[in-house]
């Protein structure tokens, strides 16, 4: 009877669903992005990229249902799985922006994202400087000092820069600015990124950064536009110098 019950109990058991694997699914995305897979192409099929990958079926399968909840692919019973016009993607999805990564430059997107944050950024800096509460000025400046730390470190200088404007866009207390700041994170952190590498000297950009501090301190909201749209002027000089848009 012992071995019965063994038996009728793990028959019972929940079967167990094999996780999602984010590199597989970030592997295949980055090809998909590196153009290895164009557009209107098929994925190989799913035994091939079970043995490309080395995983099993449903690790692949589970990927690629991300990936088309994500508008990259799109899969069709008896057909296979192709990849989508890049005008599908989900190109405001975090994980879609950093699968992009190094290949952003191919798809024309730091002009869009410069001027997203022509229209963005100046207004978010007015309405904090009403709006920003004395922990939030304290953590802008605290972002500030961490940039000047950081200004012969390319990363370090990007980190602290993007959580700059990540505190700025919060301290506006507009509901939508605040979700943009998590929905552009990963593409303001590469156009940030690139404009730091194109003017390895950041004095100029950190001595206007402090004064957006001191703006949001004295409660100045013109000030603190004019310096924000300052900040976005040396960004498209330094772009357009190292020829990274026009």
């Known amino acids: 009877m012992q071995p019965a019950a063994r038996r009728d109990e793990k028959t019972a058991a929940p079967e167990r669903r094999p996780r999602v ?3 597989v699914t970030a592997a295949i995305a980055e090809d998909i992005c590196a ?65 992009m990564g190094p290949h952003l430059g191919d798809f024309d997107l730091l002009a869009s994202i ?20 004395a922990k ?8 500030w000092q961490r940039m000047q730390s950081a200004s012969d470190d390319p990363e370090a200088f990007t980190e602290a820069d993007l959580l700059f404007h990540t505190v700025l866009l919060k ?10 700041a998590g929905a552009i994170h990963a593409a303001l ?5 690139a404009s730091n590498l194109a003017m390895p000297d950041h ?4 001595a206007i950064h402090g004064k957006v501090v001191e703006a949001l301190r004295l409660r100045d909201a013109a000030e603190a536009r004019d310096c924000v749209n300052r900040i976005l002027d040396l960004a498209k000089r330094d772009l357009t110098a190292a020829g990274r848009t026009k």
């Open 35 to 99: 153009n290895r897979y164009p557009a209107g192409t098929l994925l190989p099929r799913e035994n091939d990229l079970c043995d490309l990958h080395g995983v099993s079926r449903t690790v692949i399968r589970e990927s690629l249902k991300v990936l088309e909840s994500k508008g990259l692919v799109r899969g069709k019973p008896r057909i296979g799985t192709t990849v989508c016009d890049k005008d599908e993607w989900n190109i405001l999805d975090q994980d879609v922006l950093e699968w």
């Open 114 to 133: 410069l001027e997203a944050r022509r229209t963005i950024e100046p207004a978010a800096a007015e309405y904090a400087a009403s709006r920003a509460t």
């Open 171 to 180: 301290a506006s207390h507009n509901q939508v600015f605040r979700r943009l």
């Open 21 to 23: 694997r984010r590199n």
């Open 136 to 143: 939030e000025i304290a953590d802008l400046e605290e972002a």
């Open 203 to 206: 004095r100029e950009a950190i």
């Open 189 to 193: 952190k590469f156009a940030l990124h």
